[in-house]
């Protein structure tokens, strides 16, 4: 199942794989995997990289993997 979470960077839940879609893309973007050892920083930083305030936040480890539903509240203010 899938979850939505959001209307212009829009979030869903497969499992533990988290994909994004911001609102001028045409398909979702895997994000990360909610249980995995990999680099959650290096990929939301990249993915989120037009919106300091959020990667700032994510950079100083304000925000983790766990707070994916946050971290796309916080990134749709910043339009």
Not at 24 to 47: G, H, P, Q, T
């Amino acid at each position: 199942d899938y979850d939505y979470w959001s209307q212009d960077a829009s979030v869903y839940r497969s499992g533990t794989l988290i994909y994004a879609k911001k609102q001028d893309e045409k398909k979702l973007n895997y994000l990360f995997n909610a249980n995995a050892l990999k680099s959650f920083e290096k990929e939301a930083l990249d993915f989120f990289s037009d919106c300091p305030v959020l990667t700032s936040k994510i950079d100083q480890g304000e925000l983790k993997r766990k707070d994916y539903k946050e971290i796309v509240t916080i990134y749709n203010s910043c339009f």
